[in-house]
């Protein structure tokens, strides 16, 4: 093909052919992208590598601010050899990510500060627009401390099934009410709700792997055990099914989905800074394949007057040929 051009056309053709498969730069829909933005070749924090569809900082894509090129919530913060992903709950670190099965697993750093009976103020929550669910590696643990119950009351966990752990809340003195830890399934009297004697209830993803078999009746585990599993953290998976054809057609040409603060599918990003309006990076960069620019220089009419009066005319311009045969056409 190359060969064929450079016999068949006059030199001035070629110029502007070379200067349009170079991309000229096209004003207005099309646009470009800060294309630092994308994560385009992985890079390590500490012992985590950090690649598409994680992305290191949001940016202004297309004008959009706090866009960016990766999937809504993957911003990865690397500071001091740690990666940190942030929730809406807070900043955890980053343990591992399997990128295939695209798979963080996390670990909150407030629970990993050698007290012996680690335990945490809030419960794990992510913001409405991310894709986070928990695989079926990872189970809930529940916390129930400082319960006070009445005399009265019998349909309550038993006092021997209460950890030995005391809390404190944050305060100076350590809480008074017993206090509980179970696996999601096997809190008792589920349906009496018998935790509304209890200052706060807790509930923390743990790997199911690394828990003992019947964590029930594991004395060494309630009474403190259960820290090991803190410190291991918790997974969480990206359900990708949230992922617009959009983005895959997107992807499958190479390219990255960029997405703007609200998790709303922005724009097709391909290498070079370059944002193709029909989602694939493989077609041509204004989306007109080579053959309807030579189609310019045969028929003036349609669609291929419009793309010439946009790209080859001001590319005559910017070559700075301004008489030529082709021009005097017009
Ligand atoms: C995560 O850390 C950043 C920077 O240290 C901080 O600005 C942000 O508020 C933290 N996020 C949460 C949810 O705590
Ligand atoms: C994802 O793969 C990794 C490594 O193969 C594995 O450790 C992890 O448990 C997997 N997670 C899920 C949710 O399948
Ligand atoms: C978790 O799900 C995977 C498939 O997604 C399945 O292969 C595996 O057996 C499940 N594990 C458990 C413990 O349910
Ligand atoms: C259970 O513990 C509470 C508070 O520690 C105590 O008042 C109560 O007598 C105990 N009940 C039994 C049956 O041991
Ligand atoms: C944590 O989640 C549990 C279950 O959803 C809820 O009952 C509890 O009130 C939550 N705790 C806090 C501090 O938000
Ligand atoms: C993934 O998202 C789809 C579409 O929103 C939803 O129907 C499905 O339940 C989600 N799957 C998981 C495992 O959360
Ligand atoms: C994000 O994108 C969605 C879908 O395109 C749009 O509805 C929403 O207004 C956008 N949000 C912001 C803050 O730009
Ligand atoms: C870009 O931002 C504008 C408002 O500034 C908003 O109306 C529009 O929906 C956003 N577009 C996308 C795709 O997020
Ligand atoms: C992208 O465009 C090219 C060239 O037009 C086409 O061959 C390819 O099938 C398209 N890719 C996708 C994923 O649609």
């Not at 960016?68 to 343990?95: H, M």
């Not at 809390?167 to 350590?174: C, K």
């Not at 964590?215 to 599993?229: A, I, L, M």
């Not at 370059?274 to 045969?298: D, I, M, Q």
């Amino acid at each position: 093909m190359d060969l064929l051009l450079h016999r068949r056309l006059p030199p001035l053709l070629l110029a502007v052919l070379v200067a349009a498969s170079h991309g000229v730069p096209s004003s207005g829909d099309d646009g470009g992208y800060d294309a630092s933005l994308c994560v385009w070749e992985p890079y390590t924090c500490g012992n985590v590598i950090i690649r598409y569809p994680f992305y290191s900082r949001p940016g202004a894509l297309l004008g959009n601010t706090s866009s960016y090129c990766g999937y809504p919530g993957l911003e990865i913060q690397c500071e001091d050899g740690k990666a940190f992903l942030e929730l809406e709950s807070g900043n955890y670190t980053v343990s591992s990510i399997d990128y295939d099965n695209l798979t963080v697993q996390l670990v909150d750093p407030e629970v990993v500060d050698g007290r012996s009976c680690p335990w945490t103020d809030h419960n794990v929550t992510f913001r409405s627009f991310e894709w986070f669910y928990y695989p079926n590696t990872t189970v809930d643990l529940l916390f129930f401390l400082n319960c006070n119950f009445l005399s009265s009351d019998l349909t309550r966990p038993s006092n021997s099934s209460s950890t030995a752990c005391k809390f404190d809340g944050g305060g100076q003195q350590p809480w008074l009410g017993m206090s509980f830890v179970f696996l999601e399934q096997d809190v008792p009297f589920r349906e009496t709700n018998w935790w509304r004697y209890c200052s706060v209830v807790i509930e923390v993803p743990v790997l199911r792997f690394g828990l003992p078999l019947d964590p029930q009746n594991d004395r060494t585990w309630k009474d403190g055990g259960y820290s090991s599993s803190l410190r291991d953290g918790f997974q969480l998976a990206l359900n990708q099914s949230q992922k617009l054809p959009a983005c895959d057609q997107c992807e499958l040409s190479k390219g990255r989905c960029g997405y703007n603060q609200t998790g709303g599918f922005m724009a097709c990003l391909c290498s070079g800074g370059r944002v193709s309006a029909a989602n694939n990076c493989t077609a041509e960069p204004s989306g007109k394949p080579l053959y309807k620019l030579l189609c310019c220089f045969s028929k003036f009419s349609g669609d291929c007057w419009l793309f010439c009066s946009k790209f080859i005319v001001p590319s005559l311009f910017s070559i700075s040929i301004n008489r030529s045969p082709f021009l005097s056409m017009i």
